[in-house]
């Protein structure tokens, strides 16, 4: 009987190993955000922000933070940090965000808070926390994205979401 019990516990223990691992090959560990706006032309197109990272198992997270209006100039770039777990906020990623805009290279240090389904995208310096909950000062960069499936999200940061 003893047998039975310890084999079906090792059993048991494999395949949630497995499972695990296969969870991990399958992109468990990535979050993906994205929103749209209407871009205020009469065509209907809509300016789009898309947020996407993986997380390495040591913590460090990689991706894309590209936010592409329809009639403007696209800011494509990069993420690169770490994901942390802090007391009173949740989920916070501190990245190094480097983009192109314009033609020009650039690079802003970014803090990301993942609430439920949203992150909130905000510079290093240009907010207050009230009671745990992030108010922007005045930012050129400071975004709110829901949670979508990261299907849903463009990798190619040339593509325009409106053509």
């Known amino acids: 009987m003893s047998r039975s019990i310890l084999l079906i516990t090792v059993v048991l223990a494999a395949c949630q190993a497995e499972q695990k691992e296969t969870a991990r090959e399958s992109g468990a560990d990535s979050y993906c955000f994205r929103t749209t706006f209407p871009a205020g032309a009469p065509s209907g197109q809509q300016d789009v922000t898309e947020l996407r990272w993986e997380v390495a198992e040591d913590g460090s997270i990689s991706g ?20 942390e777990e ?45 009671n745990g909950v992030a108010y922007p000062r005045e930012a050129a960069l ?22």
């Open 64 to 83: 894309i933070y590209n936010r592409i209006p329809a009639e403007k100039d696209s800011r494509t770039g990069t993420i690169t940090g770490k994901l």
């Open 142 to 163: 400071n975004d709110t994205l829901r949670r979508v499936d990261c299907s849903e999200i463009t990798t190619a940061a040339s593509t325009r979401p409106n053509e």
């Open 86 to 130: 802090e007391p009173i906020d949740g989920l916070v990623v501190h990245a190094t965000y480097k983009y192109q805009q314009e033609g020009t290279q650039s690079e802003e240090k970014i803090n990301i808070v993942v609430r439920e389904n949203q992150a909130i995208v905000l510079p290093v310096g240009e907010y207050v926390w009230v």
